[in-house]
């Protein structure tokens, strides 16, 4: 490992650490509600970036705004109303579909109608369904506990894939997305995630039986790789490197999270299941 690999994990590292005492801080001084109004303001920051990687260059800066608007609108239902979360989201799909044909844009052409239905589809699951979910564990059973498991899962896997993709990597897994992922970084990324969701087991004592435990972990462990392909294919999309600048290390908000935010319905259903145990 060369010694600008290692500057670089140097700076990874102390970034997510300063992230992490940011959070542990408003836990400790404002409990659960801190956390949740923290996060409720990192969502705008979120749904702006996650704007500006989707490929809406027909789009003007008010209808662009309007986006942003609904998708904030529909996290909030979606966390907020959770017995009437399928309606919602239902609701929020069709008038997805319905939004993308009624408003105007500079090229009015089908294929720019297209884009805009994926589009705006994609961006509300995305950038409002996934980040309800996450937010929605600290509101489940003891709280701050799931939402700080899948963290910590998450990360370790993080650092796990890095760590073996940059000392072993060979065979790129897919390049023309993410030339730099590989599947050695992949199983490292894997392993470590399960190794960490064994540590949280023992520490936490959960009563949750340890196979189906770790096999959720495993679950976690794809999804979380899989939604970063899916930036790196948006941001591969307009060429851009990162999401943003806010952190040090790794780029946008979204560049962190997001495969945490793919993991998130994982840990969701998965607690679900695991109720009686919890």
Request: charged share 15%; proline share 2%.
């Amino acid at each position: 490992m060369n010694s600008e690999k290692i500057k670089n994990l140097g700076i990874r590292t102390a970034s997510a650490l300063i992230a992490a005492a940011l959070m542990g801080l408003t836990y400790l001084f404002f409990e659960l509600a801190g956390i949740v109004i923290l996060a409720m303001i990192l969502e705008i920051l979120v749904i702006k970036e996650g704007l500006n990687l989707m490929d809406w260059a027909s789009v003007n800066k008010k209808v662009k705004f309007f986006y942003g608007f609904f998708f904030y609108l529909i996290f909030l239902l979606i966390l907020f109303g959770e017995a009437y979360r399928l309606q919602i989201l239902t609701f929020a799909i069709v008038f997805c579909l319905a939004l993308s044909i009624h408003l105007k844009v500079q090229d009015f052409s089908l294929k720019t109608l297209q884009n805009a239905q994926g589009g705006l589809l994609v961006g509300m699951i995305y950038l409002s369904f996934f980040p309800a979910l996450l937010v929605d564990l600290l509101f489940k059973y003891q709280g701050a506990v799931w939402f700080m498991s899948l963290l910590v899962m998450v990360f370790a896997g993080d650092i796990g894939a890095y760590s073996f993709g940059i000392t072993m990597g060979k065979r790129h897994v897919l390049p023309q997305i993410s030339p730099k992922k590989t599947w050695e970084g992949a199983i490292g990324g894997f392993l470590a995630t399960l190794l960490s969701a064994l540590i949280l087991h023992w520490i936490l004592e959960l009563r949750i039986p340890l196979f189906g435990w770790l096999c959720m972990a495993g679950l976690i462990s794809i999804s979380a790789q899989t939604g970063d392909f899916f930036e790196s294919l948006l941001k591969r999309v307009i060429n851009v490197k990162d999401s943003g600048k806010i952190m040090p290390g790794h780029g946008g908000l979204l560049d962190r999270i997001d495969g945490v935010l793919f993991a998130a319905p994982i840990m969701s259903v998965s607690l679900s299941y695991f109720n009686r145990w919890i």
